[in-house]
């Protein structure tokens, strides 16, 4: 079972601004509707609704997050290929390739625009390699932490 939206929503859109697949589709001030056939339950629409409008896969409310609070990429770079699977797969261009420091010759990838990240998970799960793994901020080393800024 798909994310599902209940009679709570007021239809404000954020759902559907987050949804990194399109899968949520309404009119504005109305009951929107997720459509299970493309929803990949990656509950980054859960996290945006400020209604409590929104059950999760197992019928439980999905629970409103802080967007500073969303979980965040952190690329592991000594795993790291390069391979930019994850840059292609990203639907808000949150990755880049960047050169490694005193390696000119390496490019691995990085959050490059925090801001438009969802954690919708689309990167790690597309990374074969094990490279990315999606932390909350405060799970994050120091060093990385600067990156989310």
Known sequence: MAFFITDKCVGCTACELVC?????NG????LYFIDPKICIDCGACGRACP????LDTYGDLAVKVR???WPKPVVIDEICSGCKY???ICPFDCLSLEDVEGQPWTAVARLTNPKTCVSCYLCEAACDKGAIVL???ENVAPAASKRFQ
């Open 27 to 30: 009119v504005k001030k109305e």
């Open 135 to 137: 932390m909350a901020p």
């Open 20 to 24: 990194p697949v399109d899968a949520i």
């Open 86 to 88: 994850c840059i292609d």
């Open 67 to 69: 967007r500073t609070e």
């Open 51 to 54: 209604y409590d409008a929104i």
